[in-house]
């Protein structure tokens, strides 16, 4: 992803403390749907899943007062599109210790846009362990699906056309939180 | 007969002259020579050479036919400018009796497009073990003067002293293969910082120049003359310029390739490149050019390799030996030799001509292009520059290193015996 | 990253530490009750074996299974005198078959290069082993091995082998583990010594990025890794070395020697390690002796190198379609 292309026209649709209160809502939707979040497992799809897994996992800490396990799930070798671009760098999968057998897996994820990362993410799942239910968070659902996949919890739902981009922005990896909604600019490679 | 007359050529690249052609003798050169009745040549310019003679090709007939033949082998010859080569024993059978040198040199005589004197084997079937009837080989048809086991090296230093001394009593000479046999088991490649890097077996310089510094030395003792084929080491010129400076009776001779290519191109590891003795480093290739323009080296012979296609199409420790050489070497020498200032053309007919004829006793060829001379003769167009294309070659074998590459020099006339082998480039 | 894995040379600085830390991802796999991945679903590797080598043979058909590749064995008989031919025929016919990548072991140096290069075949070539020349994939693995035991497994991702010192004894001349291990190393930043009988060191290698000393001893205390290199006893014969005895009192590597390198220090062989000649027992099976780790790090490693070398597009479908966006 590369940010500076965009900095210039995007325009912020979510700021540091929306994020922070959305994922306080998402985990207190986690706790009630899950009936206390016993067996919750997060993982987050990397690079920004990951983060945004972490936070709701504080954030799931402090409601329950226990501990909850969190992971990374890399589902480069899923993708569908493997074959279309030169081979991409892995990023890590950790899988907490206790595994994921009959846990209810959450995966967490920044934007949800086409589906294929998630359908990509079930597949890998599928090779690492049998979870009792998998359900899916997401930042950001920008609509334009091409698969039967739907989030569970969702952060903000922002209707987007193709022509325009989301990108979000997390302090661990970019030094501020923000979601930016910009135009597509005329470069294609590695965008989203 | 006929006659013939080349008008304005630059004879020995002097100034222009006509020569004038009538039969098989050169009949006069002069200025404004009078056409008449004449086919006219205009050399307009291009350089005239005494016919070039060649001490080192490998015709493959008989035995590998499907390489080259003699009929082949002399047609690349007359497009190379060549009016004599000598053709090595290396061949199947082995060239170490009357009956197939005589077969070799009736074949050279059928093909008409150049002399072809055989080489005799100095050992029964090029094994080192015993001596070849060498003198059966001189008394025969062929009249062999020449004797080589050239492919291996007559290694054994008895073998080596007996040949030597035997030839003398018909004035034959050994051309030595200089390869100590133990130092080169599974070599690929010159050994140095190349071979180190790519892992191919090495080829070291001190497995020739020892042989060198030996035969020299026996040569000396027993008061015979002896030849080095293809010399592609600076220590075997300091052999050499040594053993002249002794007195000793040494000849030797570079090969066109020697002259240009380094062991280098090995990186591409495409066996075309092979060679043996191997392609040498640029510190070599420096040291056999100043010798041959000084003299410590005698000749240029091209060593013509001819292989099959699939011999050269493989792994590179799987393929054979050798390039082809007859249809370029010309071009190389000029690339080499004279456009870097090093020779000029009389000294390339020196080299090319008088000297392989001298060392091989042909009194037809390397003859001085005069008046009563036999007409052996040798167009160049120095101007002309293009890229090596294989496709034309009249040889049957491709296995040139010098594909796409730019050269200057073009034959565009080889007479031999007053007849015109090849005209205008093309074969007549 | 390139189309074929030819020599250690070809490699920069950051393809290797990539190939590296996608070893390392890799090597988690293992840890996984499945132990597969999808990235080479569907497509076909022919492990084309001129020259019998079971154990790098099985380790890269267990790579090539691990990504879900289809596998083909060819082990053409290990005759010596094998002809070019039958190297370019052979491979013409595996790709006429839909072979998609060649895993070459050939015994003549310079064939894969060939094989990729001649324009015989165009699917991409991995050199498994080529004469005294190359072997690319051993030093992938042996770099692995070194940068997991001297800077740790997680810490060091994004490394190189910047400062380490690594000394590789015995028969030079012949070992393309060597060739590979040296061009690999200095491009990691590595300092390579050298420690062979001159007879067993290349004519030369003047320029090699090393150092070469005759004495082991005194190399020993200053290496932070020894990779011990076999030596056939049939050298002996050609007068590279007198007796066995000799050799390995003056290069084997021994429990008193071992005692002379540093304590972090680990030591190396790339199999088959022959006892009592460069290595002895003790040695070999003390916990310094990593040379059941390289042979399990050799696994992760060609799973990298094929997934880098073969997870991503062909040409074909790259030119059927622009890129597009990453669908999210």
């Known amino acids: 992803m590369d ?47 990951v983060f945004l897994a972490r936070r709701l996992a504080a954030k799931l800490e402090e409601i329950t007062g226990r501990k909850i396990p969190v992971g990374s799930l890399d589902i480069t070798m899923y993708r569908d599109d493997l074959r279309m671009h030169p081979p991409r760098a892995l990023a890590r999968t950790e899988i907490p ?70 990108k979000v922005q997390l302090d661990e990896e970019d030094g501020r939180d923000a979601v930016l909604l910009g135009e597509k600019q005329a470069s294609p490679a590695g965008e989203r | 007969m006929s006659k013939i007359l080349i008008r304005g050529a630059k004879v020995l690249g002097g100034e222009a002259q006509d020569v004038l052609i009538d039969g098989e003798t050169i009949e006069a050169v002069g200025t404004g020579l009078s056409a008449e009745g004449a086919t006219v040549v ?18 493959r007939e008989p035995g590998r036919e499907d390489s080259e033949t003699v009929l082949t082998g002399t047609k690349a010859a007359a497009r190379g400018g060549w009016t004599a080569v000598h053709a090595m024993a290396n061949t199947f059978p082995v060239a170490d009796t009357a009956g197939v040198v005589e077969q070799v040199w009736r074949l050279g005589r059928e093909s008409g497009y150049c002399d072809v004197q055989p080489v005799g084997a100095v050992t029964v079937g090029l094994e080192g073990k015993q001596l070849a009837e060498l003198g059966a080989m001189h008394e025969s048809a062929a009249g062999v003067v020449v004797f080589s086991d050239d492919g291996k090296c007559v290694d054994d230093a008895v073998i080596m002293r007996r040949a030597l001394e035997y030839v003398k009593a018909f004035d034959g000479v050994v051309a030595q293969h200089a390869q100590e046999p133990r130092l080169t088991e599974g070599a690929q490649m010159n050994e140095g910082v190349v071979s180190a890097e790519l892992g191919l077996g090495g080829w070291p310089a001190v497995a020739e120049e020892s042989i060198i510094a030996r035969d020299v030395l026996l040569a000396e003792h027993v008061g015979s003359r002896v030849h080095i084929c293809h010399l592609s080491t600076a220590g075997s010129v300091e052999i050499v310029r040594w053993a002249k400076s002794r007195g000793i009776d040494v000849t030797a001779e570079v090969t066109p390739h020697h002259l240009l290519l380094t062991d280098e191109m090995v990186r591409t590891y495409n066996p075309v490149y092979k060679v043996n003795p191997p392609l040498r480093t640029e510190n070599d290739v420096m040291a056999l050019r100043e010798a041959l323009a000084d003299g410590t080296i005698d000749i240029v012979a091209t060593d013509h390799a001819p292989h099959p296609h699939e011999d050269k199409d493989c792994e590179w420790a799987a393929a054979a030996m050798g390039m082809v050489g007859l249809e370029t070497a010309l071009s190389v020498i000029q690339h080499t030799m004279v456009d870097t200032g090093l020779l000029d053309w009389a000294g390339v007919a020196q080299r090319m001509s008088v000297n392989p004829a001298s060392i091989g006793r042909l009194t037809g060829h390397g003859r001085p292009v005069s008046a009563g001379e036999p007409a052996n003769l040798t167009l160049v167009d120095p101007a002309y520059r293009g890229p090596v294309d294989s496709a034309e070659f009249a040889s049957r074998s491709r296995n040139t290193p010098y594909e796409g590459l730019e050269l200057p020099g073009r034959v565009t006339h080889t007479f031999l015996r007053g007849r015109a082998t090849v005209i205008d480039g093309k074969l007549a | 990253m390139m189309r074929h894995l030819i020599s250690a040379a070809d490699l920069t600085r950051d393809e290797a530490v990539l190939i590296l830390d996608t070893a390392e991802e890799m090597a988690r796999v293992a840890d996984r009750p499945i132990k597969k991945l999808p990235a080479l679903r569907g497509r076909t590797i022919c492990n084309l074996f001129f020259e019998d080598s079971t154990r790098t043979r099985i380790s890269f058909e267990a790579a090539e299974k691990r990504l879900s590749a ?20 052979t491979a013409q016919t595996l790709e006429a078959m839909g072979v998609d990548a060649v895993v070459i072991r050939h015994g003549a140096s310079g064939a894969p290069y060939r094989l990729a290069n001649s324009g015989w075949i165009d699917a991409p070539v991995i ?107 049939e050298r002996m014969n050609a007068a590279f070395f007198p007796t066995e005895r000799e050799y390995s009192r003056r290069y084997g590597l021994d429990g008193d020697r071992m005692a002379k390198m540093p304590e972090h220090a680990i030591v190396m062989h790339p199999g088959p390690m022959v006892r009592g000649m460069e290595i002895t027992a003790e040695v070999a099976d003390s916990p310094r002796c990593t040379v059941i780790e390289q042979v399990a790090n050799g696994v992760h490693t060609r799973m990298a190198v094929l997934y880098l070398l073969l997870g991503g597009n062909e040409p074909a479908v790259s030119h059927a379609r622009p890129v597009e966006s990453e669908s999210k």
């Not at chain 3, 583990?177 to 007879?199: F, I, M």
């Open chain 1, 3 to 49: 940010s500076s292309a965009h900095s210039d026209a995007a325009r912020p649709v979510l700021e540091g403390p929306d994020i922070a209160r959305v994922l306080t809502r998402i985990a207190h939707e986690i706790v009630e749907r899950a009936k206390g979040a016993d067996d919750v497992v997060l993982l987050g799809i990397p690079t920004r899943g």
């Open chain 1, 97 to 166: 210790s206790d595994g994921l057998d009959g846990r209810l897996v959450v995966l967490v994820d920044d934007v949800l846009f086409s589906g294929r990362t998630i359908r990509a993410a079930l597949d890998a799942l599928n090779d690492i362990g049998r979870p009792r239910a998998v359900q899916l968070a997401v930042l950001v659902d920008r609509g334009h699906r091409e698969l039967p996949i739907r989030a569970d919890y969702v952060g903000k739902n922002l209707p987007t056309s193709l022509r325009e981009t989301v």
């Open chain 3, 127 to 233: 050199n498994a082993g080529d004469g005294t020349h190359q072997h690319p994939t051993q030093a992938l693995l042996d770099a692995f091995t070194m940068r997991r035991r001297l800077l740790g497994p997680d810490a060091g991702i994004g490394q190189d082998l910047s400062g380490k010192r690594i000394t590789v004894v015995g028969d030079i001349l012949h070992s393309r583990v060597a060739r590979s291990n040296v061009d690999l190393l200095h491009t990691l930043g590595a300092q390579v010594t050298l420690v062979a009988p001159p007879t067993l060191l290349p004519v030369g290698m003047d320029s090699w990025p090393c150092d070469v000393s005759y004495d082991l001893d005194s190399t020993l205390p200053k290496s932070d890794a020894v990779m011990m290199l076999r030596v056939q006893r």
């Open chain 2, 42 to 59: 205009e050399a307009d310019g291009k350089v005239l050479l005494p016919g070039l003679v060649d001490l080192h090709t490998h015709l």
């Open chain 3, 70 to 89: 289809d596998v083909i064995n060819f082990a053409a008989k290990g005759s010596s005198v094998s002809k070019g031919e039958s190297l370019k025929d």
